[in-house]
């Protein structure tokens, strides 16, 4: 993997492009790095949340560095509060990307 440690975690609604996607991650032998979620945001995010905190306990707290989000100019809100909400994002020093 071009940055070693670094994991990714990717959100998607169509399980077509869900297929897709896990296709292209494993042709580039990158399964091991990228997860690829199936599922509505606002049902993931909290499920997230639970599975950072069953991998790697609270302290510190496990979060997201960077998150990038791809949605309809009037969803951003609702996600961005669901990262807040469920403490996904670094407080200090974590990077928001919005597309659209």
């Known amino acids: 993997a071009a940055l070693p440690g670094v994991q990714v975690t990717t959100l998607e609604l169509d399980p077509l492009l869900v297929a897709v996607a896990r296709s ?14 199936t599922g509505h945001s606002k049902l993931l995010l909290p499920r997230l949340r639970t599975r950072l905190l069953a991998q790697h306990g609270s302290n510190p707290w496990p979060c997201f560095n960077a998150v990038f989000m791809d949605r309809w100019g009037s969803q951003y809100d609702e996600d961005l509060a669901l990262l807040h909400e469920n403490r996904l994002i670094q407080e200090v020093g974590g990077v928001l990307v919005a597309d659209n």
């Open 24 to 37: 292209l991650i494993a042709h580039a032998g990158l399964s091991g790095f990228v997860d690829v979620w």
